[in-house]
């Protein structure tokens, strides 16, 4: 059995709530300077949006979109110590509620990456949690590479496009559970469609991915940004499960207490689900929002799944994450490992 190096979650994610004010404010309270930092309005219909330190805190892109990136001054405007600074933009707007969901990568911009056959702009990356961010130019060549720094086989990675000169694209998806032949769209309800030209049916390797000619991945002269995820025990767990579609529901051994969770549909259509345990998340009744749309945070009398000491349990009919022989994939960070030496446990 694996033993785990970090003792402490939360001082690689963390979930931070805060209420706009419509002026400027400090978001305290994460544990740690942020590397990548991902905020959804939960009162009123907004976008996602993401910034990172590889492309800069004023810059930002939409998971829910397919546009290029953006730049605002009013949103982010520093990372700090403890957290974040915000300005009076569109993040922080007076008495709306929001969920700031924060990674801790390599603790700034990083530097380039030389192992593949395309050199990334910047990498950073933290080999303790598992996580690494990169930009990189698409040469349009597959089976192109790109070194990710992690020192272990991802077991997830999303891309997007984020020049203009590239059009709109989607969101891609990697995850182990699917192979390396197949892809999701983060932004869509799309189920896990049969490709070549997104991963080259290549398996992502302890220092690499690899790239198909597709324009969403690898479009000549065109700057993508790449989120990079491998599984760390007691911290992160990225795999499968399949649903029974029943109110006692399938249950899902991750280690730990999932502390954020994300669900997606891969053979049928449906949206994206997340859950946190700073929102309403736990037993009885869950907050969820949609990472592949704008809606406001669903809060209607509902129980989606429990989040237990050692998994997630489902506890809803839903095809969204618990049809009868439905196939899913899953993305977990964790709050407190299972005993000290990580022994397996049983949900009760």
């Not at 303790?128 to 597959?142: F, M, V």
């Not at 109110?247 to 449906?270: C, H, L, M, Q």
Request: hydrophobic share 30%.
């Amino acid at each position: 059995m694996a033993y785990t190096t970090i003792n402490k979650s939360t001082d690689y994610f963390n979930t931070k709530l805060y209420t706009g004010n419509g002026s400027t404010q400090s978001i305290t309270g994460v544990g740690f300077q942020p590397d990548m930092t991902w905020v959804k309005v939960r009162s009123e219909t907004g976008s996602h949006r993401l910034a990172d330190a590889v492309r800069g805190y004023t810059k930002y892109i939409f998971p829910n979109g397919t546009d290029a990136e953006g730049t605002s001054s009013t949103n982010i405007t520093s990372w700090n110590s403890d957290g974040f600074a915000l300005g009076n933009g569109s993040i922080n707007e007076n008495t709306r509620t929001y969920a700031s969901w924060n990674w801790k990568a390599g603790g700034g911009q990083g530097s380039s990456n030389t192992a593949g056959s395309i050199n990334t702009t910047y990498t950073s990356v933290n080999t303790t949690a598992g996580c690494s961010i990169s930009s990189y130019t698409g040469n349009g060549s597959a089976g192109a590479t790109v070194g990710h720094g992690l020192g272990a086989v991802p077991k997830m990675i999303i891309i997007k496009q984020y020049s203009s000169n590239g059009g709109t694209e989607n969101w891609y998806v990697y995850h182990a559970s699917l192979g390396n032949n197949k892809d999701l769209l983060l932004n869509l309800t799309n189920d896990a469609s049969n490709t070549v030209t997104t991963w080259n049916t290549t398996t992502p390797s302890s220092t690499l991915f690899t790239l198909g000619s597709g324009d969403g991945v690898n479009n000549n002269t065109v700057s993508y940004i790449a989120y990079c995820f491998a599984e760390k025990t007691g911290y992160s767990k990225f795999g499968s499960y399949t649903g029974n579609g029943n109110n006692d529901g399938t249950f899902v051994y991750t280690g730990f207490k999932p502390a954020f969770v994300i669900v997606k549909r891969t053979d049928g259509s449906a949206d994206w689900n997340m859950y946190d345990n700073k929102r309403i998340g736990y037993n009885s009744l869950n907050y969820f929002l949609y990472p592949n749309l704008s809606n406001a945070e669903d809060t209607s009398n509902s129980q989606w799944l429990d989040l237990h000491s050692n998994g997630f349990k489902l506890r809803t009919t839903s095809t969204m994450n618990n049809a009868s022989g439905g196939s899913y994939i899953y993305m977990a960070f964790g709050q407190t490992l299972v005993g000290s030496n990580n022994i397996p446990a049983t949900a009760r």
